[in-house]
C-alpha cells in the first residue's frame, strides 16, 4: 500500500512539472544552477613594482575562472609585453563566464628609481599606536626596524628642519590617520616619514 502511494506521489510530481514545461514554464518546473549565483573572479599578481629609470616590460599573468572554479578566458589592456613607462600605469583586465557575465578587475604597475613600499598590514600598527596602544618611541622603532630591513621603503629627501631634533609635530599622527582610514595616498604618507628620517627620529 505504502509503495502504491509513493509511485502515486511520484506520477503527479511529474506530471505537474511536464504540465509547467509544456506551458512554458521551463524554470518553474527545473531549477539550473548557474555561475550567476558564483561570482567568477580574475586572479592577478598584484599591483608590481620595479626599480628602473626608462620604460621597462615587467612579466605577469592573469587568469580568470567562473562561479564553478572552471577557466574562462581574460583579456587586459596591458601585456607582459608591454613596455611600462615610469610611473604609475593601471592594467585593466576582463573575463566573461560561458552565460556571458562579466567579471573585471586591476592592479598598478609602478615603474620608478625611489618608489614608496608600505604594506597593508602597518595600518594596523598605525591605528594601535593613534589610539594609545603604543607609545611614540615604540612606534617609531618599528618604523625603523622595517625600513632598515627593506620592509618598507620610501624615497629620502631633505625636508624644512622646523621643529626641534625631539618634538613630533601633530600633523604626522594627523596623516598617519588620514592614511589608516584610506583618505590618504602612501606616496603622501611617505612625507611624513621622509621627515622623520631627516630629524633622525627613525
Known amino acids: 500500500m505504502v509503495e502504491i502511494l509513493m509511485q502515486n506521489k511520484m506520477l503527479i510530481i511529474f506530471a505537474v512539472s511536464l504540465s509547467a514545461l509544456l506551458a512554458g514554464n521551463a524554470s518553474d518546473a527545473f531549477a539550473v544552477e548557474s555561475p550567476t549565483m558564483h561570482e567568477s ?27 564553478f572554479n572552471s577557466p574562462i578566458p581574460v583579456e587586459c589592456d596591458k601585456t607582459s609585453k608591454t613596455m611600462f613607462k615610469v610611473g604609475k600605469t593601471t592594467v585593466r583586465c576582463i573575463a566573461f ?24 598590514w602597518l ?20 618604523l625603523s626596524f622595517l625600513l632598515d630591513e ?22 604626522i599622527q594627523t596623516n598617519a590617520e588620514r592614511w589608516v582610514n584610506g583618505d590618504m595616498s602612501d606616496d603622501e604618507f611617505s612625507i611624513g616619514m621622509q621627515w622623520l628620517l631627516d630629524k633622525k627620529i627613525i
Open 123 to 142: 595600518k594596523n600598527i598605525t591605528q594601535f599606536w593613534i589610539s594609545g596602544g603604543i607609545s611614540d618611541a615604540e612606534y617609531f622603532q618599528t
Open 97 to 120: 563566464d560561458s552565460f556571458g557575465n562579466k567579471t573585471s578587475d586591476s592592479f598598478v604597475v609602478t615603474i620608478g628609481y625611489e618608489i614608496v613600499r608600505i604594506p597593508d
Open 150 to 171: 627593506k620592509i618598507i621603503h620610501v624615497p629620502y629627501t631633505k625636508m624644512p628642519k622646523n621643529a626641534g631634533d625631539h618634538e613630533i609635530p601633530i600633523w
Open 41 to 67: 573572479k580574475i586572479i592577478t599578481n598584484g599591483d608590481l613594482y620595479v626599480e628602473s629609470k626608462i620604460p621597462t616590460q615587467i612579466p605577469f599573468s592573469v587568469t580568470a575562472m567562473d562561479g
